[in-house]
Nanobody, 127 residues
Framework: QVQLVESGGGLVQTGGSLRLSCAAS????????MGWVRQAPGKEREFVAA????????YYSDTVKGRFTISRDNGKITVYLQMNRLQPEDTALYYC????????????????????WGQGTQVTVSS
């Protein structure tokens, strides 16, 4: 059984920062990439960022590029999402996800590429 556990969400003011963490576990865990996907109330799921293990390539949506940074822990199957200059429109439930699909990177921008999902952590940015 694969488990993804997120942490680090919370309430922050506009312009503030938060760091999300996602720890993966499970004997059969094996993925090519891990990423973050968010969903705001009444909106569709939106890709945020992804990390591909094999070459450490990173992928970002245009809305977060330059403000968010995805990274990994070298000793663990853990990824982080450092979120700076947060805006009210960043308010959403943030999900960690893992993909067992290897592609040129474009597939990670869609939710369909991910096989495992965490429960989500809420990020709320007040104006």
């Amino acid at each position: 059984q694969v488990q993804l556990v997120e942490s680090g969400g919370g309430l922050v003011q506009t312009g503030g920062s938060l760091r999300l963490s996602c720890a993966a576990s499970g004997r059969s865990f094996g993925s090519y990439a891990m990423g973050w996907v968010r969903q705001a109330p009444g909106k569709e799921r939106e890709f945020v960022a992804a990390w591909r293990w094999i070459d450490s390539n990173t992928y970002y949506s245009d809305t977060v590029k330059g403000r968010f940074t995805i990274s990994r822990d070298n000793g663990k199957i853990t990824v982080y999402l450092q979120m700076n200059r947060l805006q009210p429109e960043d308010t959403a439930l943030y999900y960690c996800a893992a993909s067992r699909t290897y592609c040129d990177g474009t597939c990670y921008y869609t939710g369909d590429a991910y096989d495992y999902w965490g429960q989500g952590t809420q990020v709320t940015v007040s104006s």
